[in-house]
């Protein structure tokens, strides 16, 4: 459909986006089996308190993992996409901006899914996600054939709005009937992750104003990885005296690592 309406060119910045986001979710997937493995523990010995600590940790975790990535790229994105793509590639900074968010709640999505299963809660899963796909159909030409009456600069940015927006609401849906089934708070992992993700872009945002008035330097990938270093330096030190808002109380590493075969 991006094909038939904004042509080659949408496409290719579309397609470039999603392969930035992706790598991104490289860095949070490989924890997946392992969560996956703890759910299905707790729930074959019925032990909802366990199960409740674990999406509180191990939830909270992934998403100040993925909210970390993500948040660097969403504000360097214009400087992401000049590495990565060339120049060539300049006006697909606004899809990678709004792409770039897209792995934060893919996370949430990956786990909910993982629970949904572990939970034998196959038939409710399969209804959200049609319920979702379904009406993400119906919407899809919408936006796309009627972008500039949205007020969207292109076709890809309005497909990339659309795929961050559904991918939110249909993630939040599954987390909360996660969370009733297992008697954790809904409200406070919602609340954990619209602050975090303030927190990252706030930082994220003040490093970028701090090197753009005083580091002088033409060379993109420099700033990039100086900007990261300082960046990655802060949140090592927040994670250290803020352990539970990070995801990392009750040791959840240690349990990570005792799950490894």
Same mark, same amino acid.
């Given at each position: ?19 930035? &986001? ?7 997937? &490989? ?9 299905? /523990? ?8 366990? /199960? ?12 100040? /993992? ?19 793509g060339g120049e060539q590639y300049e006006e697909a900074v ?28 196959t038939e409710l899963y399969s209804k959200i996600a049609v ?63 619209? /602050? ?66």
């Amino acid at each position: 459909l991006l094909q038939l309406v904004g042509g080659d060119e949408q496409q290719g910045f579309y397609a470039f986006a999603f392969v930035i &986001a992706s790598i991104c979710m490289l860095f949070t997937s &490989a924890f997946i089996p392992l969560i996956w493995r703890e759910i299905t /523990l707790n729930v074959s010995q019925d032990n909802k308190k366990y /199960l409740s600590d674990t999406i509180d940790s191990s939830f909270k975790f992934l998403f100040v /993992l993925s909210s970390v990535i993500c948040s660097f790229l969403f504000v360097f994105s214009d400087l992401v996409t000049l590495v990565a793509g060339g120049e060539q590639y300049e006006e697909a900074v606004a899809v990678v901006l709004i792409m770039s968010l897209y792995p934060i709640h893919q996370t949430y999505g990956q786990l909910s899914s993982a629970m949904f299963l572990a939970l034998s809660q196959t038939e409710l899963y399969s209804k959200i996600a049609v319920s979702y796909i379904l009406a993400g159909l119906f919407v899809s030409p919408i936006l796309l054939f009627n972008f500039e009456y949205f007020g969207i600069e292109s076709a890809a940015v309005a497909l990339a709005l659309k795929m961050v927006i559904w991918q939110y609401f249909g993630v939040n849906t599954q987390l909360y009937f996660n969370c009733s089934h297992a008697g954790s708070s809904f409200f406070r992992l919602a609340l954990h992750q619209h /602050l975090i993700i303030f927190i990252m872009l706030f930082l994220c945002l003040g490093i970028r104003n701090f090197y753009d008035d005083f580091l002088l330097i033409d060379n993109h990938m420099i700033v990039l990885a100086l900007s990261f270093f300082s960046y990655s330096t802060i949140i090592l030190i927040l994670s250290y005296f803020f352990k539970s808002s990070f995801g990392i109380k009750n040791n959840i590493l240690d349990k990570l690592t005792v799950l490894k075969p």
